[in-house]
Every structure is written in structure tokens, then in C-alpha cells.
């Protein structure tokens, strides 16, 4: 990347800043960055579909190598390495996302089901083969009339006792598995997730929940098997070079030890046995062990946006528009205009932040994924996956959001599919929905906000938690908090600037943030609370409250990533550079955040009108002070040269004047 002399004088500090988001496992990243340059690993348009596909595939064939495929597995030579599997998909977000996609489906979700949910026998005939690429699979779990909610999947695996197979079937129309990565071409075998209907002697079969099946698909030749009818999705909106697909089940037979049984094995008889007695926590544990595809989601969406980001403010500081006051001579870069600083920057804040807490969260699922499942708190499980699920919510919308302005802010440029920022925006558009829908993710993690104390409520259905929360002896008076008093004495000048403001301490930005999340908890819990009346609607009463909820979720997500963000600060040098750099895009991340809720914070006079003001001004002031090292900024995203080799950065005089 060509930078100007003023800017290239601080490499140094991008080197540091990228160190800070490479975090744990940079060298898995670095691996990622070469193959990303020697493959030519960048969104491609016009490319017929199949064409496409055949080379995702190659291309998977050539990372085999690498050997981060095989890290998210256990070996006899040692444990598994998954926050070094993880990191390696999220960086595939720098080259193609149809890339990343087709290698988290079989090595993560087809791969993860197997190693995660199945047991040795599982291990042993699959496990290398999917490694290799030899055994290509998928994750059969959405159907066409239920995604979020998996425990109302209709494909049912009834057991037949006389020849010791499970009966694999499609029961309606809307039971057919869509939208199924790999399914359409590729695949040979599906994790296909089924209510599983047995009785042992003497008991009526019945369904015992949802499980999941290694179920053959297609024979040596790519040929659908008996019973099994595929058919393609075709174009959609992004990812082409992923093989989306459908599956129908006509009483596909299967042999009993089909099964992924970790958590729940049927015998010869028919006799059902789990280690778990619950159904609903048996069901939960089980999803549990899968929230690594929701996690790698997360990471690489967040790492496609950070290259829609370095591609836009690499242009700004390259476009030129219009000249300065009283010099009709020389145009102004883009990024001169606080409009465009504005634009750019509070998202390029926010990315830093998001990719920090994904850092934390991909290392709390290694920790607790290195463990063998015995040893296991269910309770931490069910902490990280609303974590989980909260980063991936926040990290992929903010991905979308800087997508469409990262586009937007490059004019003519950004529309053409040359200059890759359509194509990363349409493939990153589904990623606010698959691996779990942002709404119902931000759902998920306020859900664990009101229940997080209580085990009784662990997989309670709506009515059930409602009712519960509706129970809770917590104060929801008009609250006289701590925040609200440190608020109210925090000094109130009109003139107000970050350099004197309270707002820049990290205490008092975690204050606020604090204290919006409780006031929004504590209030839901109190419109909760007429559930618990005999003549009320539970579900009507979740259903008016849910705007509620999830705005006490989108507040709690951010809590959480500035938390994350300020302990990252904390691990670092006082009064070095980086440390005093990210204190900065730290306190434009705080203050966009507070102007995008100021409605809130003013309504419940968390801040007064004039603080508002000095916030709006605040935003400005920060942007201004970031203005110099943004191209340091981006540059240490670590976004390889070949992606950014675009038409619309090459053609422009590289000059940037300081």
C-alpha cells in the first residue's frame, strides 16, 4: 500500500495496533494472509455458478495443507487447537466470504457436529476423511417452516427395532432442509438434525426431541442416493461459490449407530438412555457444543467489514472533491470533510472494538472447548453461548451497516463490482441471518441477563421464563443509581471538549454503559411482571414486551465489547503510543455510541441537554484527532494486498498531502 511520507513515519504504530487485534492466535492469521495473496483470494463477479463452486472447492483442497483445518480437531498426537480453527476461518473474511462459508460448513458445522456430538466410533471413520476433504458433508438443520426455533424441526428418525436402523423421513413441504450449504452439489453426507421417535419394549414410540444423524446423501458419482431428492437454490443475494441447497427424506433407512450419540444413544431394543435427564437441558447441552460455527460467523462477518472500511478510507485518502476556501487550486481529500470523517471513522472505532470482544470471545470458547465435555459448568457454557450470541448480533450488523457505507461513500466507484464493495456487501447481507437471526440473538442474550442466577430456568420456554422473571424480587422504583448521581455531578459546561471531560474516563464511560443496561433490565423484568397474573397471556405479554428486551440486549452487547475493549487498553504500556491511540478510537467508540442513543439518555435524563450537545461535539472533536492516522488505522486491520488492489485505489495519484 502506498502511504504518504507523514503517515509512513508511524509505522511502527500500526504494527502495534495490529499486534493488539491479532491477539492470540496472529500466526493463524498471518498463515491465512499469505494464502489469501499467493491464491489470489478475492470476490469475483460474473463467474457462472458452477465455475464458482469448482473453484471454492479447489481452493479448500489447497488450505488442507495449512494445517488449521485439522487444529479444530482432537488427534492422538494431542488436543484440538479451536481458537487457532476459528481465527483462521474469520481471516478468510479478507479474501471471499463464499470461501469462508463452504470451509466453516465442512470443517465446523459438518466437522463440529461429528467431533462434537458423535463419539469414538464417529471419530474414527469420519474424522480424518473430513479433514482431508475425502468425506464432504453439511449441516442439515433448517427446514423451510422452522430456522430459529430447532426444537420444532418436523424431519422425524423413527427406530425400528426389527432391523436396527433409523427411518429417515420428510414428513410435509415444510419440513424440507433449505438454504443447506454444500447440498446443492458437494455434499456426500448431512448432520441432519431430526425428532428422534423410539420406545423400548412395551412403550408406545414417541419422540424423544431433536438429534442429529450422519445420514448418506449422494454415491461415488454425485448422484442423489435412494430416497434422497436435492435440488439447488440457484443465485441469491451474495456468496456464489457456495452450493446452497434443499433436501427431501423419503423413509431413507439408516443404520443405528447413525446416531451422534454423546448425549443420548438407543439400543438394539429401542431403549432410549441419555447421561442427561432433562430434555430441554439435554437439548441445550447439545446445541451448546455447536456455537463455534455462531462464533466464526461473528469473527469473519466483523473481518469482511473491516475490509469494506479499509477500502473506503484508503479512497478517501486518495479522492479528491471540490477545493478549499480561498484555494480554487488544490481539491480537497474526502476525508477532509467532517461529514466524511463522520461517515467513516465512528464505524472504524467500532470495528476496533467488536474485534477485540470477538478476540475474548473466541478464547473463552477455546478454553472451554480444550475441556473434556464432563468437565464442563454448564452454567459457563450457557454464559458464553448468550456471549456468542450477542457478539455475532452486534459484530455482523455492524459488518452490514459499514458495508453499505463503505460503498456508499465511494460514489461511483463503490458501485462497481471492480472495486469489490457490492460484492462484499451482498455476501455479507446474510450473515445478519444465518448462524441465528440478529433479532433473536439480541433476544438470546438479554433472555440471559434476567435468568443468568437461576438454573430452574435453563431451557424454559417463553412462558415458562416469563413467568419466572416475572417472579423476581428486584427494585424497579424510580431509581436514584450511582450512575445517576455521578451523572448529575459530572461538570456540565457548554464548552465542554474530550480533553476535559469526564466522558473520557473509562470508569465513568463503563458507568454509563452499566447503567443503561440495568435500568433497561430491571424495567422489562416490571412489564414482565403482570405474566405471573392468572388471567394473562404469557406469550402476549412476551410479545409486548419484546421491543424491551431487545433493547436491553443491544445495550448489554455493548457493554460487553467496551468492557472487552477497555481491558485490552489496560494490558498495555502506560503512555505508549498504542495504548494512548486506542484510548482515542476507544472514546469515539463511547461517544457515536452515546450520540446514537442520545433519545435515551436525555429521556431518562442521564445526561442533560447541554451534555448532549457536548457529546455531538465530542464525536467531531475525536474524528478530528483520528483524521491523521487513518490510514494507520486501517492499516493495521492487516488486510492483504491483493485485496485491496482494486481499480478504483491503483488508478488514483497516491500522493496524500499531510
Request: a negative charge; one cysteine or more; proline letters at 4%.
Given at each position: 500500500?502506498?502511504?504518504?511520507d507523514?503517515?509512513?513515519?508511524?509505522?511502527p504504530?500500526?504494527s502495534?495496533?495490529?499486534?493488539?487485534?491479532?491477539g492470540?492466535?496472529?500466526?493463524?492469521?498471518?498463515v491465512v494472509?499469505?494464502?489469501?495473496e499467493e491464491?489470489?483470494?478475492?470476490?469475483l463477479?460474473?463467474?457462472?455458478?458452477?465455475?464458482?463452486?469448482a473453484?471454492?472447492l479447489?481452493?479448500?483442497k489447497?488450505?488442507?495443507?495449512?494445517g488449521?483445518?485439522?487444529?479444530?480437531f482432537a488427534?492422538?498426537?494431542?488436543?484440538?487447537?479451536?481458537?487457532?480453527?476459528?481465527?483462521?476461518?474469520?481471516?478468510l473474511g479478507?479474501?471471499?466470504?463464499?470461501?469462508?462459508v463452504?470451509?466453516?460448513?465442512?470443517?465446523?458445522?459438518?466437522?463440529?457436529?461429528?467431533?462434537?456430538?458423535?463419539?469414538?466410533?464417529?471419530?474414527?471413520?469420519f474424522r480424518?476423511?473430513?479433514?482431508?476433504?475425502?468425506?464432504l458433508?453439511?449441516?442439515?438443520?433448517?427446514?423451510?417452516?422452522?430456522g430459529?426455533?430447532?426444537?420444532a424441526?418436523?424431519?422425524?428418525?423413527?427406530?425400528?427395532?426389527?432391523?436396527?436402523?433409523?427411518?429417515?423421513?420428510s414428513?410435509?413441504?415444510?419440513?424440507r432442509?433449505?438454504y443447506?450449504?454444500?447440498?446443492?452439489?458437494?455434499?456426500?453426507y448431512g448432520a441432519?438434525?431430526?425428532?428422534?421417535i423410539?420406545?423400548?419394549p412395551?412403550?408406545?414410540p414417541?419422540?424423544r426431541?431433536?438429534h442429529?444423524?450422519?445420514?448418506?446423501?449422494?454415491?461415488?458419482?454425485?448422484?442423489?442416493l435412494?430416497?434422497?431428492?436435492t435440488?439447488?437454490?440457484?443465485?441469491?443475494?451474495?456468496?456464489?461459490?457456495?452450493?446452497?441447497?434443499?433436501?427431501?427424506?423419503?423413509?431413507?433407512?439408516?443404520?443405528?449407530?447413525?446416531?451422534?450419540?454423546?448425549?443420548a444413544?438407543?439400543?438394539?431394543?429401542?431403549?432410549?438412555?441419555?447421561?442427561?435427564?432433562?430434555?430441554?437441558?439435554?437439548f441445550?447441552?447439545?446445541?451448546?457444543?455447536l456455537?463455534r460455527?455462531?462464533?466464526?460467523?461473528?469473527?469473519?462477518?466483523?473481518?469482511?467489514?473491516?475490509?469494506?472500511?479499509?477500502?473506503?478510507?484508503?479512497?478517501a485518502?486518495?479522492?479528491?472533491?471540490?477545493?478549499g476556501?480561498?484555494d480554487?487550486?488544490?481539491?480537497?481529500l474526502?476525508?477532509?470533510?467532517?461529514?466524511?470523517?463522520?461517515?467513516l471513522?465512528?464505524?472504524?472505532?467500532?470495528?476496533?472494538?467488536?474485534?477485540?470482544?470477538?478476540?475474548?470471545?473466541t478464547?473463552?470458547?477455546?478454553?472451554?472447548?480444550?475441556?473434556?465435555?464432563?468437565d464442563?459448568d454448564?452454567?459457563?457454557?450457557?454464559?458464553?453461548?448468550?456471549?456468542?450470541?450477542?457478539?455475532?448480533?452486534?459484530?455482523?450488523?455492524?459488518?452490514?451497516?459499514?458495508?453499505?457505507?463503505?460503498?456508499?461513500?465511494?460514489?461511483?466507484?463503490?458501485?462497481?463490482a471492480?472495486?469489490?464493495?457490492?460484492l462484499?456487501?451482498?455476501?455479507?447481507?446474510?450473515?445478519?441471518t444465518?448462524?441465528g437471526?440478529?433479532?433473536?440473538?439480541?433476544?438470546?442474550?438479554?433472555?440471559?441477563?434476567l435468568?443468568?442466577?437461576?438454573?430452574?430456568v435453563?431451557?424454559?420456554?417463553?412462558?415458562?421464563?416469563?413467568?419466572?422473571?416475572?417472579?423476581?424480587?428486584?427494585?424497579?422504583?424510580?431509581?436514584?443509581t450511582g450512575?445517576?448521581q455521578?451523572?448529575?455531578t459530572?461538570?456540565?459546561?457548554?464548552?465542554?471538549?474530550?480533553?476535559?471531560?469526564?466522558?473520557?474516563?473509562?470508569?465513568?464511560q463503563?458507568?454509563?454503559?452499566?447503567?443503561?443496561?440495568?435500568?433497561?433490565v430491571?424495567?422489562?423484568?416490571a412489564?414482565?411482571?403482570r405474566?405471573?397474573?392468572?388471567d394473562?397471556?404469557?406469550?402476549?405479554?412476551?410479545?409486548?414486551?419484546?421491543?424491551?428486551l431487545?433493547?436491553?440486549?443491544?445495550?448489554?452487547?455493548?457493554?460487553?465489547?467496551?468492557?472487552a475493549?477497555?481491558?485490552?487498553?489496560?494490558?498495555?504500556?502506560?503512555?505508549?503510543?498504542?495504548?494512548?491511540?486506542?484510548?482515542?478510537v476507544?472514546?469515539?467508540?463511547?461517544?457515536?455510541?452515546l450520540?446514537?442513543?442520545?433519545?435515551?439518555?436525555?429521556?431518562?435524563r442521564?445526561?442533560?441537554?447541554?451534555?448532549?450537545?457536548?457529546?455531538r461535539?465530542?464525536?467531531?472533536?475525536?474524528?478530528?484527532?483520528?483524521?491523521?492516522?487513518?490510514?494507520?488505522?486501517?492499516?493495521?486491520f492487516g488486510?492483504?494486498?491483493?485485496?485491496?488492489?482494486?481499480?478504483?485505489?491503483?488508478?488514483?495519484?497516491?500522493?496524500?498531502?499531510?
Open positions: 500500500m502506498t502511504r504518504d507523514d503517515l509512513s513515519s508511524d509505522l504504530l500500526s502495534d495496533l495490529r499486534a493488539v487485534l491479532d492470540r492466535w496472529a500466526a493463524s492469521r498471518d494472509r499469505r494464502y489469501i491464491a489470489g483470494l478475492v470476490p463477479s460474473g463467474v457462472p455458478l458452477p465455475d464458482y463452486r473453484r471454492m479447489d481452493l479448500m489447497q488450505m488442507v495443507p495449512l488449521f483445518p485439522a487444529q479444530g488427534s492422538p498426537d494431542g488436543p484440538s487447537d479451536p481458537g487457532a480453527a476459528v481465527t483462521a476461518i474469520e481471516t479478507y479474501g471471499d466470504l463464499s470461501l469462508m463452504k470451509a466453516g460448513v465442512q470443517w465446523g458445522l459438518f466437522g463440529g457436529a461429528i467431533e462434537n456430538l458423535g463419539t469414538q466410533s464417529h471419530h474414527e471413520r480424518q476423511g473430513l479433514i482431508d476433504l475425502d468425506v458433508g453439511c449441516f442439515a438443520m433448517t427446514e423451510t417452516g422452522h430459529s426455533n430447532v426444537q424441526l418436523e424431519t422425524t428418525a423413527t427406530y425400528l427395532p426389527d432391523t436396527q436402523e433409523f427411518e429417515i423421513h414428513p410435509t413441504p415444510s419440513s432442509k433449505d443447506i450449504g454444500g447440498a446443492a452439489e458437494h455434499a456426500q441432519v438434525f431430526a425428532q428422534l423410539t420406545g423400548g412395551g412403550e408406545t414417541h419422540s426431541g431433536v442429529c444423524f450422519v445420514v448418506p446423501l449422494r454415491d461415488e458419482n454425485g448422484d442423489d435412494p430416497g434422497v431428492t435440488s439447488d437454490c440457484g443465485y441469491k443475494g451474495g456468496l456464489p461459490g457456495v452450493d446452497n441447497g434443499r433436501i427431501m427424506f423419503d423413509r431413507v433407512r439408516v443404520p443405528r449407530s447413525a446416531l451422534l450419540n454423546r448425549y444413544d438407543v439400543a438394539d431394543d429401542g431403549t432410549y438412555s441419555s447421561p442427561i435427564e432433562s430434555d430441554n437441558r439435554r441445550f447441552t447439545m446445541l451448546g457444543t456455537i460455527g455462531r462464533v466464526t460467523v461473528g469473527a469473519s462477518g466483523g473481518a469482511a467489514g473491516r475490509l469494506a472500511l479499509t477500502l473506503a478510507v484508503e479512497y485518502l486518495k479522492r479528491r472533491q471540490f477545493s476556501p480561498g480554487e487550486g488544490s481539491e480537497l474526502l476525508l477532509d470533510y467532517r461529514a466524511h470523517q463522520r461517515r471513522l465512528p464505524l472504524v472505532a467500532r470495528a476496533y472494538a467488536f474485534a477485540i470482544a470477538q478476540n475474548e470471545v478464547e473463552q470458547l477455546h478454553e472451554i472447548q480444550v475441556l473434556d465435555p464432563d464442563v454448564p452454567r459457563e457454557l450457557r454464559r458464553l453461548e448468550a456471549k456468542a450470541a450477542g457478539i455475532k448480533a452486534g459484530h455482523t450488523t455492524l459488518a452490514s451497516r459499514a458495508a453499505i457505507e463503505a460503498r456508499t461513500a465511494c460514489g461511483g466507484a463503490g458501485y462497481m471492480e472495486n469489490r464493495l457490492p462484499i456487501r451482498d455476501d455479507l447481507d446474510v450473515f445478519t444465518f448462524e437471526d440478529n433479532l433473536v440473538m439480541t433476544q438470546l442474550a438479554a433472555k440471559q441477563l435468568t443468568d442466577y437461576a438454573d430452574e435453563d431451557g424454559l420456554d417463553a412462558g415458562g421464563w416469563v413467568r419466572f422473571v416475572a417472579g423476581m424480587a428486584r427494585d424497579v422504583a424510580a431509581e436514584k450512575i445517576r455521578l451523572v448529575q459530572m461538570l456540565d459546561a457548554s464548552d465542554e471538549t474530550p480533553d476535559d471531560s469526564d466522558l473520557t474516563d473509562a470508569d465513568t463503563l458507568a454509563l454503559f452499566q447503567g443503561r443496561e440495568d435500568h433497561l430491571r424495567t422489562a423484568a412489564r414482565m411482571r405474566a405471573g397474573d392468572d394473562t397471556d404469557a406469550f402476549e405479554v412476551f410479545t409486548a414486551t419484546q421491543d424491551h431487545i433493547k436491553a440486549g443491544e445495550a448489554h452487547i455493548e457493554r460487553i465489547v467496551l468492557e475493549f477497555q481491558a485490552a487498553i489496560d494490558r498495555l504500556d502506560e503512555g505508549s503510543a498504542v495504548r494512548e491511540t486506542l484510548q482515542t476507544r472514546d469515539l467508540f463511547v461517544y457515536s455510541a450520540e446514537a442513543d442520545l433519545g435515551w439518555f436525555l429521556m431518562h442521564y445526561v442533560s441537554v447541554e451534555r448532549a450537545k457536548a457529546i461535539r465530542g464525536v467531531n472533536e475525536l474524528c478530528e484527532r483520528l483524521r491523521p492516522i487513518a490510514g494507520d488505522l486501517v492499516e493495521a488486510i492483504p494486498e491483493v485485496a485491496r488492489n482494486v481499480p478504483m485505489l491503483t488508478s488514483l495519484a497516491a500522493t496524500v498531502p499531510s
